[in-house]
């Protein structure tokens, strides 16, 4: 395979990658809601009231702290809620 094809081919599957990505996102949170209070520390999946950004949670089972589940299983996990501690 010539070089300029190569390179044709790379971009490309890096371009489908990336839009399959912004596709799927919506799809993903179907069927999710925000569990409250289980996260492990540095594990949350968005900004918290002490930080900023996803990841950033300073404590294990930090209660403003969240990750998506699967509707209907964060009230069956110990220790979650799906409204946050104020």
């Known amino acids: 395979m010539k070089k300029s094809n190569l390179a044709l081919v790379a971009t490309i599957s890096a371009i489908a ?18 569990c409250y209070g ?3 520390a540095g594990k949350n999946d968005c900004a918290t009231k002490t930080s900023s950004c996803a990841g950033t949670s300073t404590i294990d089972k930090q209660a403003d ?3 998506a589940v699967p509707t209907g299983l964060c009230k069956r996990i110990s220790g979650g809620k799906l409204v946050k501690k104020k």
């Not at 839009?19 to 809601?33: L, Q, R, Y």
């Open 65 to 67: 702290a969240f990750i």
């Open 17 to 34: 990658a990336v839009g399959s990505t912004f596709v799927s996102a919506p799809a993903m949170a179907a069927g999710k809601e925000k």
């Open 38 to 40: 289980i996260a492990v």
